[in-house]
């Protein structure tokens, strides 16, 4: 959170000193747009774009009581909502919210616990339509153009001669989209709904802040270990499990000082537990590649 | 500025769980001190030691008319003032403000011109006693122990004897103190005081964000060349020019791609105005020892 009002300005020098029309909607819990505000007031800085900041309304039952702060307030106090900018309740059957679905995209959140309310993002790509099978569509006569696009989005045409060509006579299997979810501290999930939205997930980002050893602790401080991080990438039969968030005692092996522990062992608690799948530890910059499935 | 509340948070992390009196204090602009506790707040951050935000009162000539703001207004709403905390006002004869003063160190700051009111800080070491001549003190028949340490800290000591032994007999000159000079964004400086101030600074932290043939285009938005730099470290009878905050046209030799250009032109424009000493350009985490004088 403390990095969002320098990423912003930093967007924003680099896209040179004209404003444009380009929007940025940043999604997060109440009591971040008034920071958002007051740090570019205070700072005096200007974007060039145009920004919304859409709040997550979190509930007591995300947290000990005793953290649980309502932060309202300050939407009340320093903000007034432009007609676009809204606080999101939750779903109440499942603790998800829906934050945006677009043409290419549907994203939700859900509630996780933690020492302060938490969430986890699903950024769930739509299905891409499938190839057009081109040797067909001359064998049924189909003239290549505007016809082409219409059945490959699922809209049947009726050629000169009067036959009408349905999609399924000449386009594939829909390419199916990719499903990447991300998890803030926790230690477990509050939303019923998790793990439905998590389902299959191409890549399943969870943090493990210490190791088996150390469970009752994690938990104390609304952290995971390992294990708890595969045992619900089973449950949502995630394809590949992120581990992050690892406490500054884990080192990697060549960095390790004297009360370091291996890095490593995250990885290994983690992969005794996940089912058919490897694990991978987060470090800065570290990019994954989630290839399209490919169809034939 | 945007950084702050995520290195106050790393160094309490630092200091373990336990609560420690040791106590922090921050000097910066009107407004630090709301953003610093909105952050804290929002982000439910807990310090583990107390802090103080001092608070430099700006003033319009700081800054073009149409940019200044009158933050004190968050001063009153969000923050009662504790007893240590305080609005520092600037000498309003010279535009310095007193910061802190203790055995070790004076810490003073300046107003600078900027796009919006900026700041430089002057870190003032003290003087430290000169060595003791010991052997001039056996001569004279002074006992070691207690006696040698009032002589050190200035103090006139009689003997058994009766005999009056006077620091100057015994002690050596003083060893300087050192001078570090550090600031912010600017095209130049508001206080009639801040060459006073900056008077053979061992170490002088100037910006040059644009090189000299952009002078008119620094200026314009509120930054310096390295001439502007130099020639102010010449008015101090600095002894170091550091050079830093560089547009990111510039880049090393080794980095350069279309449409960068070199970084050194930098170093070298204001080596051709400072007078006797080298230039320094400032890269992360650079690290510049400025050795104690030794004296004879």
């Not at 009002?5 to 909607?25: A, E, F, N, R, Y």
């Not at 603790?95 to 859900?110: D, H, I, M, P, S």
């Not at 595969?230 to 500054?248: E, G, I, M, T, W």
Request: with cysteine; glycine share 8%; proline share 6%.
């Amino acid at each position: 959170m403390f990095g969002l009002p320098g990423l912003l300005c930093t967007v924003s020098l680099q896209c040179g000193s004209t404003p444009t029309k380009q929007h940025v909607d940043i999604y997060g819990p109440v009591g971040l747009r008034s920071f958002i505000r007051m740090s570019l007031e205070v700072s005096h800085s200007q974007l060039v774009f145009p920004y919304t900041v859409h709040e997550l309304l979190p509930s007591e039952d995300q947290c000990p009581a005793e953290e649980f702060r309502d932060f309202s307030r300050y939407t009340r106090d320093c903000c007034s909502l432009s007609s676009d900018e809204q606080i999101i309740a939750a779903d109440p059957t499942d603790g998800t919210y829906c934050l945006l679905e677009n043409e290419q995209f549907t994203v939700k959140a859900f509630k996780l616990y933690h020492r302060i309310p938490s969430f986890g993002f699903v950024i769930d790509e739509k299905d891409r339509p499938g190839k057009l099978d081109v040797n067909k569509l001359r064998e049924l006569g189909v003239p290549p153009g505007p016809l082409y696009g219409k059945l490959k989005l699922g809209s049947a045409v009726t050629l000169e001669n009067g036959q009408t060509i349905s999609p399924c006579d000449v386009v594939g299997d829909p390419v199916p989209g990719r499903k990447v979810c991300i998890l803030g501290d926790c230690s477990g999930v509050t939303a019923s709904g998790a793990a439905r939205l998590c389902q299959d997930a191409d890549l399943l980002v969870h943090e493990a802040t210490l190791d088996d050893s150390q469970m009752d602790k994690a938990k104390e401080h609304g952290h995971s270990t390992p294990k708890m991080a595969a045992d619900f990438a089973n449950l949502c039969s995630a394809k590949r499990l992120v581990l992050n968030h690892f406490s500054q005692r884990y080192k990697p092996p060549g960095l390790m000082s004297e009360g370091d522990e291996d890095v490593t062992i995250l990885k290994t608690q983690a992969e005794n537990v996940l089912i058919g799948h490897s694990v991978i530890l987060a470090e800065d910059f570290l990019t994954i590649n989630i290839p399209l499935q490919k169809l034939s």
